[in-house]
């Protein structure tokens, strides 16, 4: 997911969730000041509000009937220190009270402060229950407290007070996005626009959904129809920038990054994006100092960990290299590509016997569940009682330690105290998956991913499957809904292919390694054997090659190696032949 300033991706966003002005009969030049300030604010300026107000405070109006406004335009400029001195003292006019205490529940949300958030937002409820900007704000609390069935809950509650509220529309087609994918919150989006034309936040979110699911061209004309106000906008250079990285015109991505800003405000998709360019534009130096920035704030972070182990090593930099991640890569933490980059390194440094045992281990991939040890002292951890972030952390130090059945009671407590976590869910088909109890765990995915289905539960949810054409289902799904997800294509492929179904495997695989799965051993691999199915015999020597050119000890590269090699080349077949058996008996 590209990045999106909302809650829905990390806490920053809440800045920008504005409300709408609901009107300004007869234009603004007929607005009395205060009128006038509320207006700016729903356009997007907020200094321009904050100069308006202070001019009529200075004139002798009253604090209180100002501090809401001032607060929410410092939050619109994302200036938190003067919305705390606006807000905090709580001193609002009546007819202010509402906005300011809501206003008060954004800041303490950005400043993550939840359980304060919460205290503010019932304050303003108690003056004014039928906001339905409220109701939005109550929505992100709820979703960023682990609480998505109550998020859901409360924006349809804004949407029932008002069908046509922009934030209400907003937050609900993010959350759509969550849990249904790109293609469905595309149709939300556009439905919301026409009603909004000229809604800012709208406009960025329908283009950026439209990138997402592959649309770049309707996503660059939405955005363009938005005039300077969209396309100038920090998030919409940074939409630019996407979409020009994913073009392969990595110099124009940098251009447009730069022009956002946000790689400099520190936002993480823009941290990420930008060490992407770097490596792409052959400054591993530079990518490996961004991607040391973006971990210190996301430490779990696999695609960064991933990036920054590349970035060390085209930078020869391989002592540091095995230094950091050497131990991870070992660990059920360590993903095939990491110690793959782990093996190299270590071949660099000439200590071959070292580079054979991650090359190894990369070759044979993943092997079911592997539970991320947690970095949580065990003595500090409970079984019972504890939050979303430590009931994880004790379900993923017990699954590391084997002790499955304490991990599925703790995470069946979890869910019991938190019926509408899609994180709960989660966490509990980790556990029963790991206990062996698939159907278990295939129940707990199902309610997972009826709130919120991200890639990784949905790979959990395929591997729970009790059948082969149940996974292809749900993989096909899926991938309609995120037609982005090369992963997706190659696994859903490698079900075609598993029944015999060539062309549409061809056509899925190509579509994978357009897709970010280019350098995948066992991608090319099945590659290759689709091709000599489907009698190209060049093309499949060629995928062949490549697989195995880049895991030489990979099963699935071996034996597609071993199908398309030529009939003449009887010596080299042997030769791989008998490599693949020793693989495999090992």
């Known amino acids: ?25 007869g234009g603004p030049d007929r607005l009395d000041p205060v009128e ?14 904050r100069i308006i107000l202070e001019r009529q405070l200075s004139e002798g109006t009253d604090r209180a009937d100002l501090a809401a406004l001032l607060g929410e335009a410092a939050l619109q400029s994302g200036d938190l220190e003067s919305a705390a001195r606006w807000l905090e003292p709580g001193s609002f006019s009546d007819d202010t009270a509402a906005l300011g205490w809501r206003m008060l529940g954004r800041l303490e949300m950005a400043r993550g402060d939840l359980a304060a958030a919460g205290k503010a937002f019932d304050r303003s409820h108690a003056v004014a229950p039928d906001k339905p900007e409220l109701w939005v704000d109550i929505g992100r609390l709820r979703f960023l407290g682990g609480e998505q069935v109550e998020a859901v809950q409360a924006a349809d509650r804004a949407l029932t007070l008002a069908p046509e509220n922009k934030a209400a529309l907003l937050f609900r087609g993010q959350l759509i996005r969550e849990a249904s994918g790109m293609v469905p919150a595309i149709e939300w989006f556009g439905r919301a626009l026409v009603l909004h034309p000229d809604d800012l936040d709208l406009r960025l979110e329908y283009s950026a959904t439209l990138g997402d699911a592959g649309r770049a061209a309707d996503a660059l004309a939405v955005l363009r129809e938005g005039g300077e106000g969209a396309v100038l906008s920090d998030t919409g250079l940074y939409l630019q920038a996407v979409i020009a990285a994913r073009g392969g015109k990595f110099l124009l991505a940098r251009e447009l990054l730069q022009r956002s800003g946000l790689e400099t ?40 960990v991933e990036l920054l182990a590349s970035a060390l090593l085209q930078s020869r930099s391989e002592r540091e290299l095995v230094y950091r991640f050497s131990e991870r890569a070992l660990g059920p933490a360590g993903s095939p590509h990491l110690r793959l980059l782990v093996g190299r390194a270590y071949e660099a440094l000439e200590q071959r016997a070292k580079a054979a045992q991650f090359i190894d281990l990369a070759a044979l991939g ?30 993923r130090s017990v699954l590391f330690g084997q002790a499955r059945g304490s991990a599925v009671g703790s995470a069946e407590d979890f869910v019991r105290r938190f019926p509408g976590s899609a994180d709960g869910y989660a966490i509990l088909g980790d556990a029963e998956l790991a206990s062996g109890d698939r159907r278990a765990a295939r129940d707990a995915y199902v309610r997972a991913a009826d709130i919120r289905q991200p890639w990784p539960l949905t790979l959990r949810l395929a591997g729970s499957q009790a059948t082969p054409e149940a996974t292809a289902n749900l993989l096909r799904t899926y991938l309609e809904a995120n037609p982005m997800n090369g992963h997706a294509a190659a696994l859903l492929a490698d079900a075609y292919a598993a029944q015999g179904k060539w062309k549409q495997a061809a056509a899925l695989l190509d579509h994978a390694i357009a897709h970010g799965q280019s350098r995948v051993p066992w991608v090319l691999a099945s590659r290759g054997i689709v091709a000599g199915q489907l009698g190209d015999a060049d093309t499949a020597l060629d995928f062949a090659f490549r697989a195995h050119e880049l895991q030489p000890l990979n099963p699935r590269a071996i034996a597609a190696l071993i199908a398309t090699l030529p009939p003449e080349q009887s010596a080299a077949r042997a030769d791989l032949q008998a490599k693949l058996t020793s693989l495999l008996a090992s």
């Not at 998709?269 to 052959?282: E, F, H, W």
């Open 1 to 25: 997911m590209i990045f999106r300033r909302d809650i829905l991706q990390p806490v920053a966003a809440v800045l920008l969730c504005f409300i709408g002005f609901a009107g300004c009969e």
């Open 36 to 49: 006038l300030a509320r207006y700016e604010i729903s356009r997007g300026f907020p200094e321009d509000a």
């Open 265 to 304: 405000e520190g936002v993480p998709a823009a941290l990420m994006l930008s060490a992407i360019v770097d490596l792409q534009n052959a400054n591993p130096a530079s990518a490996a100092q961004t991607l040391d920035r973006l971990l210190l704030d996301q430490p779990d972070n696999v695609r960064a």
């Open 366 to 395: 993943p092997d079911g569940l592997a539970p991320l040890p947690s970095d949580t002292p065990t003595e500090t951890l409970t079984a019972t009682g504890g939050g979303g972030a430590q009931t994880r952390d004790f379900v």
